[in-house]
């Protein structure tokens, strides 16, 4: 989500809003974007239309009803919920949901969706059919509905499902909240995951003293902290506040009336409430997820009996970024330390010290008799050397 203009929200596509199928999706993608949402949430297939593996006909809607450019970028699909490829004691269903979900899943991939929102975690089944659509269907990501405050611990269910798929970075979740929500601490879990998007229905709202929709405070909070992380909000719901007098802005404006005008209001105002962005925030914003590797801080003063001699004193006072030849060097150095170092028991130390030898520079195999020093010099500055006595490998001998 870029960040866009916070005064007015131009180009910071934040919000959407989901739509029923049965309605026209070319007046209600026109009638949403100019309500103010950037996109809309829609099924690939009508909820209620259960289909058989080899079903003959046509299953949804004429690909050609929208451009290509607004299937990729104004809409967002997502599958029918009755897909369960876990069903217990029920083969028949389990067979028919797999082939659904696969045939549901091509489809966007068809259309050039962005990204394609399934209905749940699911169980074992599904992930192996996740897995292997994240694999084959490179050019969409896949979001999946999890339900906050249900009975069951919902990132339980998200972090198995990540694990059966390889930590992959086209999977992201979708928060639903209603009414109440989790602890403080269950929030908190969410912060660093891989969100996408989070669901607010028109239900989880309340009216203030003037009539106008707003979410309790612990929503407020919530919902703020995580549009700082680059989350997007979907309404979802019928109307169910008409503040008095109707919609001013609309009248102002000039546009077509919409009841949920009101509710993207509101989030507008959640969403400038939050602190501006710096200068060098867009531009950071993609590398908020990568670990970066600095180097060591070497307080000069007299080094322990047997131990390699100080760094020099440039690496002494630098703290240099991630270099670009470091995952060549651990590459290359993982094994040997891994097989000869057996002292060096903190893989923390053992990169602090590839960090520092690939700053250097080393045009070609990396030093690892540098890496070595560097190890055991962080082990003697944390007090944790086992032995001083230089280890070499027996390639070396």
Not at 1 to 16: E, I, K, N, Q
Not at 169 to 189: F, K, M, Y
Not at 228 to 251: F, I, M, N, Y
Request: aromatic share 8%; charged share 15%; glycine share 8%.
């Amino acid at each position: 989500m870029p960040l866009g203009s916070r005064t007015d929200c131009g180009d910071a596509r934040f919000c959407g809003v989901e739509v029923a199928f049965a309605c026209d999706i070319v007046d209600t993608l026109q009638r949403s974007l100019l309500c103010g949402f950037d996109f809309v949430l829609a099924p690939l297939v009508h909820p209620r239309f259960r289909r058989g593996p080899d079903y003959p006909g046509a299953f949804t809607r004429s690909d050609l009803l929208l451009t290509a450019s607004q299937w990729s970028g104004q809409v967002v699909g997502s599958t029918s919920p009755w897909i369960n490829p876990d069903a217990p004691q029920d083969t028949a269903l389990r067979s028919q949901s797999e082939a659904a979900l696969r045939q549901e899943l091509h489809w966007a991939a068809h259309l050039s969706l962005q990204a394609c929102i399934l209905p749940g975690a699911g169980g074992p089944n599904q992930a192996r059919i996740l897995n292997q659509a994240l694999l084959t269907l490179t050019g969409m990501a896949l979001w999946v509905r999890v339900r906050l405050g249900g009975p069951e611990d919902a990132w339980e269910e998200w972090n198995t499902l990540r694990f059966a798929c390889a930590h992959s970075t086209r999977l992201g979740a979708v928060l639903e909240v209603g009414a109440q929500l989790p602890s403080e601490a269950s929030l908190a879990r969410w912060s660093g995951e891989n969100v996408k998007a989070i669901v607010v229905p028109t239900h989880a709202f309340t009216t203030n003293k003037r009539g106008y929709p707003v979410l309790p405070k612990k929503h407020q909070a919530f919902l703020t902290s995580m549009l700082k992380l680059g989350v997007q909000v979907v309404l979802r719901g019928a109307p169910r506040h008409t503040p008095p007098g109707g919609d001013e802005s609309d009248a102002g404006l000039k546009l077509p009336s919409n009841p949920l005008r009101p509710y993207w209001e509101y989030l507008s105002f959640l969403f400038r409430k939050g602190e501006i962005a710096a200068e060098q925030q867009p531009a950071e914003l993609a590398y908020r997820d990568f670990l970066q590797v600095g180097g060591m801080h070497v307080v000069g003063g007299a080094q322990p009996r047997g131990c390699a001699p100080p760094m020099s004193s440039t690496h002494a006072h630098e703290s240099p970024l991630l270099p670009r030849n470091l995952l060549r060097v651990c590459k290359l150095a993982g094994p040997w330390w891994h097989s000869t170092t057996q002292s060096v028991s903190s893989l923390h130390c053992f990169l602090a010290a590839v960090s520092t030898a690939a700053a250097a520079g080393q045009p070609g195999e990396p030093d690892v008799r540098g890496v070595r020093a560097g190890c055991h010099q962080v082990q003697h500055l944390r007090g944790s050397c086992v032995s001083c006595a230089p280890r070499p490998s027996a390639s070396r001998e």
